[in-house]
Structures are given as structure tokens and as C-alpha cells.
């Protein structure tokens, strides 16, 4: 009798939390070996599984706010913030795995999707900023300068993939010529 109970589980899948299904990957019948993937299940909140360069390490922490955007979703940006820092190194992309967790529940549970994140490293309001192709080598920019083009020195804040801010070196009046 408990032999005939205990064969009725044989081969039964059982989960103990409420998640969502992905992918199955084996169907009924087939062979399937010990610790070989059966589906790919997904349970709690949705994580977008970032890369952060090692150079830039030092400046994410927990709890620190990211901006997400997908090509599924162009024109909305959702909010995020860091949930945990691996600290082991990806020798091959040289970079650590960083985590962040979605502060809104997104439109449909998709999982796999590319995206574009930006952790926000420090804030500044009313600030100058010029484009990012402007900007020289050796952080100067060419002006027009009574009818002619000068070279002139910059001091830069902090910047992004299109914008860099201008500390000092340039005013309002300047105009900028991008070479």
C-alpha cells in the first residue's frame, strides 16, 4: 500500500510558491535526467539583471534609483532601484552584475527583453549642458569668438550617453561649434 502511494507522485511536478510559467521545455512522456531544466518558472518581483562596468562600480549602491527603458515599451521610462551588487567579477565583459527591482508593476510579465538602464549617479537642476559630440579631447570646446573659432577650455560635471554638463569656461552667450 505505501508503495503504490509513493509511485503515484513518481514523476509529479509540484511547486510550493504561485509564479509564472515561461517556457516548458520537456513534454509529457519524455526522458528526463536528474538536474536537467524542466520549465523556466518565474515567482516575486520582476528583476532587470544589469552589467556595470568595473570602472564605475564605486558609484552604485542599494537602494539607488535606475531608469529603465525597452524597445517593447519607446516611450515610457520606468522607474527601478538597485536590490543587490554582486561582487563577484565577469572577467569576461569585465563587469559586475547588478540587480534592480521595478518600482511599478510593469504592463505584461515579459521576461527575456532588451532594455537600457541608467542609475542615477548624482542630480543637478539648471544646469549648462552642451552635447556630448562638442566636447574635445582634453575637455575644451571650439566658440565663435568675434567672427572667428577659438579653442576654449571646460570644466565638466557629470554626464550622460548625449549630455555633458559645463561647470565653467563657457556662459550663456557662448555658441558652440560642433566640428
Known amino acids: 500500500m505505501q508503495l503504490t502511494r509513493?509511485?503515484?507522485n513518481v514523476g509529479r511536478m509540484k511547486s510550493f510558491i504561485n509564479g509564472i510559467v515561461y517556457d516548458i521545455y520537456k513534454e509529457q512522456g519524455d526522458l528526463v535526467n536528474p538536474n536537467q531544466p524542466l520549465a523556466l518558472i518565474g515567482a516575486?518581483?520582476?528583476i532587470a539583471k544589469l552589467s556595470v562596468d568595473e570602472d564605475d562600480l564605486d558609484k552604485v549602491y542599494e537602494g539607488?534609483?535606475?531608469l529603465?527603458?525597452?524597445d517593447a515599451y519607446e516611450e515610457k521610462v520606468f522607474?527601478?532601484?538597485?536590490k543587490?551588487?554582486?561582487p563577484v567579477l565577469n572577467k569576461v565583459e569585465q563587469?559586475?552584475?547588478?540587480?534592480?527591482v521595478f518600482d511599478e508593476t510593469l504592463p505584461v510579465g515579459i521576461y527575456g527583453l532588451n532594455l537600457e538602464a541608467n542609475i542615477v549617479i548624482a542630480e543637478n537642476k539648471e544646469v549648462m549642458v552642451i552635447p556630448r559630440s562638442a566636447l574635445l579631447k582634453g575637455d575644451s570646446v571650439w566658440v565663435k569668438k568675434d567672427k572667428e573659432e577659438v579653442k576654449v577650455p571646460v570644466k565638466t560635471g557629470i554626464a550622460d550617453d548625449e549630455w555633458v554638463e559645463i561647470k565653467s569656461g563657457l556662459d550663456k552667450s557662448s555658441t558652440i561649434i560642433v566640428k
Open 6 to 8: 509513493a509511485q503515484q
Open 44 to 46: 516575486g518581483d520582476m
Open 64 to 66: 539607488q534609483q535606475v
Open 68 to 70: 529603465i527603458t525597452m
Open 79 to 82: 522607474k527601478a532601484h538597485i
Open 84 to 86: 543587490k551588487v554582486y
Open 95 to 100: 563587469s559586475f552584475r547588478v540587480d534592480a
